[in-house]
Each structure stands twice: as structure tokens, then as C-alpha cells.
């Protein structure tokens, strides 16, 4: 697997290892309060979510009210910022904590175009995007398709995993913006919560062109 596609692959590594486990032995510990709660750039917001903004990238997240952030815990010090970034890790409850439900996530991570040749459009992402979420024990929902937020186009690929009784979905969107692949992605119990995460993604308009 390639090295730049580490961001991603270490946070779906995590999850799946906690779903590995048995929920009912530490359910207790799931409702436990989070320890660390996310918060990135801005002055708390008054609508009770923390946003995330991306000027290199042009976008913004706006991050649930009590998720924990794990974006510095989860950076590699050996890597190379010019070839791989990860730039959000935030999830509904601390990943090491497990618990009887889905652990919802949000990943964004930006790749250096470069780390791929003949990589032109987000749509020739698609490959290594997908070798890495099936290695993960994810099967794809559906084919890729093009998707519009504003004047943004990015490229979405849906996947799901089952883990016991449960099921998880993982949507990722793809572009390429200044010579950087950026992909986020979802993770959650129900393609309605995926729908709901996807929504808090915005872009700037007058810089997306």
C-alpha cells in the first residue's frame, strides 16, 4: 500500500480493530464523556458545533458538538507534509473506547498529486482509494459517481462493512485542488447519519472554480 495513503489507512486500521472486539464487555465505557473534545481555528460556534476551515483548500467542516479530535494524536512525525496530510480525525466517541454502536468519523486527508503519475482527475483516485477501504474489509456500495456541493465537483464512492449485527458505511469524496488530492470521508451506522455528515461539508464559491 502506498506510504501517502497512510492518514487514512491508520484511522481505518483503528476502527476496525475496536469493532474487533466484544461491545458488550466494555459497553460501560461508552458512555463515558469524551475526554477531548474538538476544536480547530475558530472561537466556539453559538450553534453548538466547532468548524474546521481549510483556507489552503478552500472549505469547511463543521465538527458535532462533543466529538473528540484526534488529528494530532494521529499524525505520523515521519512523514512528509508536502506529500501527505492528514487534516481531521474527529469521532463520536474516543475510537479506543468500545462500544455497542457504530463509532461515527470523519476523516479529511490531502495527498500530493504527485504520489500518483498520470494522476489527472479525482476520478483516477479511485483505485488506490478503493484497494485500500476493501484491504479493510469494506465491499463497495454502488460505482463511483460525480457529485456537485455548489460549484465544487468531487468524485463519491460508498462502501460498507458488517461487523456482527451491525453495519458499517463509509462515503468518500474525492477532488484535486492545488496540485493536492483531498478525500474525505464518513463513517457511520446508517446511510441517513452519512447523508447528515456529508451536509456539515461546505466550500467556498468563489474560490472552488
Not at 455548489?150 to 449485527?165: A, I
Request: cysteine-free.
Amino acid at each position: 500500500m502506498r506510504r501517502s495513503l497512510f492518514p487514512i489507512l491508520l484511522v481505518l486500521t483503528l476502527v476496525g480493530t475496536v469493532f474487533a472486539q466484544d461491545p458488550a464487555t466494555s459497553s460501560s465505557k461508552a458512555k463515558q464523556k469524551p475526554e477531548q473534545h474538538a476544536t480547530h481555528q475558530t472561537s466556539p460556534s453559538t450553534t453548538a458545533e466547532t468548524l474546521y476551515r481549510s483556507p489552503e483548500f478552500n472549505f469547511t467542516y463543521k465538527i458535532p458538538f462533543g466529538w473528540v479530535d484526534r488529528s494530532q494524536q494521529m499524525q505520523d512525525l515521519e512523514n512528509d507534509s508536502a506529500k501527505s496530510k492528514l487534516l481531521l480525525a474527529v469521532f463520536e466517541r474516543p475510537p479506543e473506547v468500545v462500544g455497542d454502536t457504530v463509532n461515527s468519523a470523519v476523516i479529511i486527508a490531502a495527498e500530493s498529486a504527485t504520489s500518483y503519475p498520470g494522476l489527472k482527475t479525482a476520478a483516477d483516485y479511485v483505485g488506490p482509494l478503493t484497494e485500500l477501504t476493501t484491504s479493510k474489509g469494506f465491499k463497495a456500495d454502488g460505482d463511483p459517481s460525480e457529485i456537485a456541493m455548489g460549484s465544487t465537483r468531487l468524485v463519491r464512492l460508498d462502501f460498507t462493512r458488517e461487523l456482527g449485527k451491525l453495519t458499517m458505511h463509509q462515503s468518500s469524496l474525492v477532488l484535486l485542488r492545488n496540485k493536492f488530492v483531498v478525500s474525505f470521508t464518513f463513517l457511520a451506522g446508517s446511510t441517513d447519519e452519512i447523508e447528515e455528515l456529508i451536509e456539515k461539508l461546505t466550500f467556498d464559491a468563489t474560490k472552488s472554480k
